[in-house]
């Protein structure tokens, strides 16, 4: 749109964001990311406007968009010996979790496993808003689907269930989980940033 300072579309996410911008009136510029998740281009189209509004010239913009590798547990690619890991593991609301379930779906890979953290401070929607997550994840038919933390215990679905992060490791221990890709999206209170080392 032309009113737009930035403009941009997601051109391919497979597993990485890939996108183009312009500004008005100025070139398309491509740009191959290191962020999981189509739901990302948001943000790095506000981080190209807050660039060039602050005197950043569009190829500097996209070379820092490129540069960036994430490693706080957002959006995260994690390689293991044994699996590929998608780490989203420090916040969790409805949108974020849909956006990251839908964008994981929709992902080329095989043998995909979800272990998913319980949204946190939902007050009298919660019940209603993790129910809407496990009638998603029965629609999506992922391979395996691991539900971390009392919000889930109520809800009746095939899914296994965890009261908490240590669990969750002694399934880990016991079950040894190998040549998935699991994505591991949860609230910070939950603690699934502790699983990657493990899987």
């Not at 995909?112 to 993790?130: D, F, P, Q, T």
């Not at 269930?161 to 994505?183: C, H, M, N, Q, S």
């Amino acid at each position: 749109a032309p009113d737009l300072y930035v403009c941009g579309h997601v051109t391919d996410c497979s597993p990485f964001l890939n996108f183009e911008w312009h500004s008005q009136n100025g070139p398309i510029h491509r740009v191959e990311t290191h962020l999981i998740g189509s739901y990302n281009v948001f943000n790095m189209l506000a981080a190209a406007t807050i660039g060039l509004w602050f005197g950043v010239g569009e190829e500097q913009v996209c070379h820092a968009l490129a540069s960036y590798v994430p490693s706080n547990n957002r959006s995260e690619l994690v390689v293991t010996a044994r699996n590929r890991l998608i780490v989203d593991a420090y916040n969790a609301n409805p949108t974020s979790m849909r956006a990251a379930l839908e964008n994981f779906r929709d992902m080329k890979a095989d043998h995909k496993m979800c272990i998913l953290g319980m949204m946190g401070e939902l007050g009298a929607v919660s019940r209603e808003e993790h129910q809407k997550i496990v009638d998603f994840l029965r629609a999506a038919a992922f391979e395996e689907v691991w539900l971390v933390g009392g919000e889930f215990e109520a809800i009746d679905c095939p899914f296994r269930k965890f009261k908490d992060v240590e669990e969750v490791k002694a399934a880990i221990a016991a079950d040894r989980p190998t040549g998935k890709t699991i994505l591991v999206k949860g609230s910070n209170s939950t603690k699934l940033f502790q699983l990657p080392e493990l899987l």
